[in-house]
């Protein structure tokens, strides 16, 4: 069965470095979603992206984050200048339409020192 | 955002039915009733989804109350694997995001 994976599977860098999260959709996918998890909290939804471009974003989703969709398989999640509050799981995700269900990966985990 | 209200926590014993209640007084007419589950040290899997009518696929079943302001999950025959927190979303049609709540962890005894 066709999954998301996610790289790396645990990312640590020191607070104001820049840092990538890389993930691999489902290959006939359309719509493609980053949410966090930060420990022992629930599962936020950061953006969603369509056909080359934010569809919707949350508060959290500021300035320091962007999403890129670089080359026809890979979907990425930059975080410009990290900081401690950043350290949480990420989790990529992707659906065939935007009504349908979301297929996550395992996600990556960001410790931020 | 509509909300869903789900017990914080459930148990059930190996081998037996499961039913894994959610309340969604605030649905409206368009929102679809979306199930997922999250098991320690991975990211959600969708369960089961449903608008109206129960539903059944190969993990669970869904049973949908008449006025659609209620839900149930059923798992059919509990197994150690499916000890997880079990998440209750209402997904709008349109919308694409999913909002999850604290959802109902439920352990498995052998």
């Known amino acids: 069965e066709p999954e998301v994976t996610q790289t790396p599977s645990h990312q640590v860098t020191q607070m104001g470095q820049e840092v990538i999260l890389r993930c691999v959709p489902i290959?006939?996918?359309?719509?493609f979603y980053w949410y966090r998890q930060i420990l022992g909290q629930k599962v936020e939804f950061l953006v969603s992206?369509?056909?080359?471009?934010?569809?919707?974003k949350s508060e959290i989703f500021d300035d320091q984050f962007s999403v890129e969709r670089p080359d026809g398989s890979n979907f990425t999640l930059k975080i410009r200048s990290t900081k401690l509050e950043d350290s949480a799981m990420y989790f990529c995700?992707?659906?065939?339409?935007?009504?349908?269900?979301?297929?996550f990966g395992d996600g990556t985990r960001l410790s931020i020192l | 955002d509509a909300k869903t209200t789900q017990p914080n926590s459930m148990e059930s014993n190996e081998e037996e039915p499961v039913h894994l209640p959610c309340n969604h007084s605030?649905?409206?007419?368009?929102?679809?009733i979306h199930w997922y589950r999250q098991l320690p040290s991975q990211g959600p899997e969708y369960v089961i989804h449903?608008?109206?009518s129960n539903v059944n696929n190969r993990m669970a079943s869904l049973a949908i109350a008449e006025d659609r302001k209620s839900s149930t999950l059923i798992l059919h025959r509990a197994t150690l694997r499916d000890a997880a927190v079990y998440y209750c979303?209402?997904?709008?049609?349109?919308?694409?995001?999913?909002?999850f709540g604290q959802g109902t962890e439920l352990s498995v005894k052998p």
């Open positions: 995700a992707s659906g065939l339409e935007s009504n349908q269900p979301q297929h």
């Open positions: 290959s006939n996918h359309l719509y």
């Open positions: 992206f369509y056909n080359n471009e934010i569809s919707e």
């Open positions: 605030t649905i409206s007419g368009t929102d679809y």
């Open positions: 449903g608008l109206t």
């Open positions: 979303i209402l997904f709008y049609n349109q919308g694409g995001k999913l909002i």
